[in-house]
Every structure is written in C-alpha cells, then in structure tokens.
C-alpha cells in the first residue's frame, strides 16, 4: 500500500538553524526521556529541475549499523535528521524494510547480488562472496557505466570480502575515514567523469562502534558528567557484552573512565545527525553542480544496532527489528513521485532490480528480490515475508507485516543476554507487541505451523553458490574481535 505524504523540505543551508531551534526544547532532558514533538518549522522547498529521462548516475549510500527508528522520518521524536527528512519528502520512503543479516560482509553480499545468504553462502565478515553471483556494478559496468566504490571497514576491502567485483575504481578502508571526507572523495571521482554515467557505492562507517562523532555532535544529546562517579549504569551493562569484545583493549579504551550509559548512547545519536549532515551536503553539492536533477540516489544500511533491547548493547546479534529493521530512501529523477511512502514489507534484495528497472538494465537470472516499481508507482505487489539469516547459521528469521518468526539452528553462547539455543521458536506480534517482549511461540502453535511451513519453502531449493576465498591478517581479524565479532 502506497501514499503520498506533504511536501517538506529542509535544505542542508538550514541544518544549523532546524538543530539551534530544535535542540532549545530537548538539551534538559537525559535520552531515554519522554520527548515533546518540536513545532513544525516552515523553510523555503528546494527547487529541483525535472529531469525527462532516466537518470545518467546512480549513487547508492548504506550507512553501517543504521537503525530506521532511529530517524526522526520514521518517526524518532528526539533525533534529529533534517536531510534525510528532506530526502524522504522528495523522493521514496520504505518503512518496513528489512536486511538479509544482522552482519555487515553477508548483507552487503545479499545487496550487490539480490541472493540470500544461503544462496551466496557468505556467513560473516571472515568470508568472501565468491566469483559466481552477479553483483549490481558488473551489470552496470556492462552496460558501459563507469563504477565506484568507497568503504570504511577493513573487512570490505577487495581481498577479504571481494565485493570490489565489477567497480573499476574502488578505494579501500582507511580505518573508519568519516562521512566528509569519503563524501569528498565521491564528488571529485563523479567530477572527474565528465558527465559520463556511473554508478557508485559508498558505505559509512560512521555509526558503527566505536561511536565517536566529531564535535559537536558529540554534545549534541548529552549534557551531563560523562565521568560522574555515581553513575553505575555502564558498570551494570559490562556483564551482557561478549567477552571478545568488553575483553579487548581497543574496546576498554573506548569507554575508558565512562560510567554513564547514557553517554554512550547519545554518541550513536550524535552519529546519526552527523551522517545526515553530510548527506545534506552531498545533495547540495549534487543540486548546485546541476546533478540531483539527473542522478538516482539509494540511502540504506546493512544491519541495524542493539541498543539495550533483550539486554544486548553496541552489538547487532539477533534477527529482532532493532537490527534488522533498516532505512530504505530513494531519489528517481523524473519519475514523478515526490513524498511517497510505502509499507508494504521489503527486503534488502529488492534493491537491485529496483534500481536496474529504473536505468533500463536487465537483472541477473535467478535473483531472489523483485522491483519494487509496482509499489511505487501507487499499485501492488503480493505480500511478501522477509526471509533473514544470521552469521554463523546460528539463526534464522521470518518477518511480515504483523508477526516476526525466529528459530535458532544450534548452540552458542557468545552473547551472555541471549544465546542461542538450538530449536528454540520465538514468534512476536508486532501490532500489539512493538518491542518484542511477549514470546507467543506456545500460544499460537497454528501460526508457529504456518511460518515452519515458509521457512521450508524458503530454504528448499537455494543456489548455494562457493564462496570466494577471504585473506584476511591478523591485523584484520583483531579489528574484528573489537568490534564484536568473533571467528
């Protein structure tokens, strides 16, 4: 189901002013707190000039551990997200979209190729996506365009992940560079094609951990003594993290001294209204350069993030909504649709042949997401049910438009707030039940019988192409084992 929503528009020029007047009503309160919705603030639209063909680019942006209810376009009441407010209003918002994975090698996997994990067979950030799947910039390279590729985390340079598949011009990891400054990168190589088509991908980094936005949005949503030595709430959270992680040095450096949760929590906030930031200044530079009106523009991100939900922080294990749930926004020149939302359930996959339905291009064979035109467009398509894995084929997941199916596939404990316990069933009403906290897996064995019966359907028949071959040093592995992954 589709509608059209009112035409806002903040351009990034009135970012600082929306933030002064904005933040005038919520600096006295600690996050967490009940927020008053700010008065609505009438800014000049953007103007944009129709383009009357398909756009000459595509830029597609995926913003690391992004959760959607964390943008005050999906509805966040304290974090403020100007730009991506104003993209939404432009262009295609998707609010029910979910990711293939919780981990950020086999989600973007499941992005550049629209196949399942058990199709690429790539299970976590230690693999590689082998040479057989098509990936979104071969088809583009194919057709003639030029391709691009920027990311922030060493796991997705080509050698590990080998996602550089198809992208003659790909520039590797500089251990988290931020969002300016790989915005820059991206402007000057579009720059430099002289008005030749492209398509580019570029991945941020800058909301995954460690959350360290630069001020002052790091002060953006905290006022308090970070320090303040009657504060226990961080010392009470140390005991539900994976050892890997609260064990290693970088990650002790990172909240050395911190005794606020709260703090830590509003980093990943400052995060979020920095990235969107930047994106605001991407867009204008594209509108100034006299480019928006002839470049399609994809914002997502590959796994959501733990934020105290079922216990577990700064971690994304699990498939609940919190990291699976993600931002899906996009700009199509000259389609027509400006201000369209659509809630109909879709998945990460579906990206692909949306984008390549827009351009002209056929899809790979045997892609597993569908265009998502028809929704678009203000028409139907047949209800669909996200179909999720988790790393380590620990857990997989069901999600439609109500209710969210999990069953764990074996035993580990890596997580002390929630291991995995093999076939256990969790099945969640998400109407009544937002937040996943009721369990209604004994209750409603006829649904339990119906999602059993999907997952059959889903997993029978699945490519199960080889995965590529990751060369991944110590270096890159220590890296991962601080961030919470684990070999």
Known sequence: MTYACGHVSVSHKHAWLCLALLLTGCRERKPHQAAKAADPITLPPVTLSEAGDKANGVILVTVDTLRADYLSCYGHTRILTPSFDRFASMGVMFRNTFSQASTTTPSHSSIMTSLYLQDHNVY?????????????????????????????????????????????????????RRASASFDDLLKWIGDQNGKPFFAWVHLADVHTPYRPPPPYDRFYYDEDEHDPNETSMAKIWPTLPKEMSDHPSFQAWLSGITDLDFVLA???????????????????????????????????????????????????????????????????????????????????????TVLEYIGLLPPEG???????????????????????????????????????????????????????????????????????????????????????????????KLDFAPGKAEVTPETTDVLRSLGYVQ
Not at 134 to 155: C, D, P, Q, R, W
Not at 161 to 173: P, T
Not at 426 to 434: A, M, R, T
């Open 124 to 176: 976590s950030n230690f693999e590689a996506l082998g040479d057989g799947p098509t990936t979104i910039a071969e088809t583009f390279k194919a057709a003639g365009y030029g391709t691009y590729a920027l990311v922030n985390m060493s796991h997705l340079n080509p050698e590990v992940g080998n996602l550089a598949q198809g992208f003659q011009h790909f520039v590797r990891s500089a251990n988290m």
């Open 367 to 461: 892609i597993r997401g569908r265009s998502l035109w028809p929704l678009i467009r203000g028409g139907s398509l047949p209800a669909k049910t996200a179909f999720m894995e988790h790393a380590g084929r620990s857990l997989v997941g069901l999600r439609s438009d109500r209710y969210a199916y999990l069953k764990h596939l074996r035993n580990s404990y890596i997580q002390p707030s929630y291991p995995f316990t093999r076939d256990r069933e969790e099945l969640y009403d998400i109407q009544e039940d937002p937040h996943q906290l009721r369990d209604l897996s004994k209750d409603r064995q006829d649904l339990i019988a119906q999602f059993r019966a999907e997952l059959e359907r889903r997993r029978h028949g």
């Open 267 to 353: 980093q990943y906030q400052g995060a979020v209204t920095y990235v969107d930031d930047e994106f605001g200044r991407l867009l204008d530079a594209l509108e100034s350069q006299k480019l928006l009106s002839r470049t399609a523009v994809v914002v997502t991100a590959d796994h959501g993030e733990s934020l105290g939900e079922h216990g577990m922080y700064f971690v994304h294990t699990g498939l609940y909504d919190s990291t699976t749930h993600i931002p899906l926004l996009a700009w199509f020149p000259g389609d027509g649709r400006h201000g369209v939302q659509v809630r109909d359930i879709v998945e990460s996959v579906d990206i692909l042949p």
